[in-house]
């Protein structure tokens, strides 16, 4: 990484992949040895601590950089904020209909039930709302930003360094994706996952600013855990707005693949 360079985006693209190699390697070695410290072995646990131990490097690595203010008050753009919110809600539909084709004889409820890993107590196994806050605040604040760092920040913009903005796109949303392994819905999830981080790969090479991918990632996590713990999954599967629930998720069907080939050809 260079350090004389002080504008924030500009600062993530010089950070090597052999340095964030080493940040990964060191952020799984000390996960490991708090968890044999404290006794304490949950997924959970595990995938919090390690993305601290990155934000940490994250820190150190963009640290004096200047430009974010800018990047805050870009977001609040019109433009912008119409783009946080198509690409968040379109994407939740494009899961939803992958997730669906994936598991035929699945019903909609057992895919909403299945977008997210049981939230089990570290002890005894048992729900605990401890545990579900914890998770929540890790997949709507952690995820996304220390995610958005790495496979935005640094993974693709070396990659296209190196090899070109579509080897870029492709490639690190497969990773993206297949980091995505764990889930329930192991197919269904990496692709629908791999999709959303083409269109974030879009989005962060057409704006170059990594606050609008954290916030449409972290949207696109609020809306999982609404639609999978609130009545509000009622409104896809049912109901006085089934018809515009239908019209969204036709229209997310032609969107997202439309803007993905249109903005990698152009973009390329």
């Keep these: 990484m260079d350090f004389s360079v002080k504008d924030f985006n500009v600062r ?6 052999w340095e964030l190699s080493i940040a990964l390697v060191i952020s799984f070695l000390l996960t490991g040895f708090v968890e044999n410290y404290l006794n304490v072995y949950s997924p959970q646990f595990e995938y919090i601590l390690f993305f601290c131990f990155m934000m940490v490097f994250f820190l150190i690595a963009t640290f004096g950089t200047t430009g ?3 990047d805050v ?3 609040f753009k019109t433009s912008n904020i119409l783009r946080v919110l198509i690409l968040a809600i379109a994407n939740i539909f494009i899961a939803f209909f992958i997730q669906t084709m994936f598991s035929p004889l699945d019903s909609l409820f057992s895919m909403i039930n299945s977008i997210s890993l049981p939230l089990m107590d570290i002890a005894s196994g048992s729900s605990n709302p401890l545990v ?5 605040f890790s997949a709507i604040i952690i995820a ?6 790495f496979f935005r920040g640094v993974l693709f913009n070396r990659l296209k360094i190196r090899k070109g903005f579509v080897f870029g796109l492709i490639v690190s949303s497969i990773i993206f994706g297949l980091c995505h392994l764990n889930y ?13 981080g083409m269109t974030l790969c879009i989005l962060y090479s057409r704006t170059d600013n990594l606050l609008l991918n954290m916030v449409v990632h972290s949207l696109y996590n609020l809306l999982s855990y609404l639609i999978v713990y609130t009545p509000f999954q009622y409104l896809l599967i049912g109901g006085e707005f089934s018809s515009l629930m239908g019209l969204l998720l036709l229209s997310s069907l032609i969107f997202i693949p439309v803007y993905i080939l249109y903005f990698t050809y152009k973009l390329k």
């Design 132 to 136: 579900f806050f914890v998770e929540m």
């Design 184 to 196: 329930p819905d192991h197919i269904a999830h990496i692709t629908y996952t791999c999709i959303m």
């Design 12 to 17: 993530l693209r010089t950070i090597k992949l």
């Design 68 to 70: 974010f203010n800018k």
């Design 73 to 75: 008050n870009d977001l």
């Design 144 to 149: 996304p930003i220390s995610e958005e760092l």
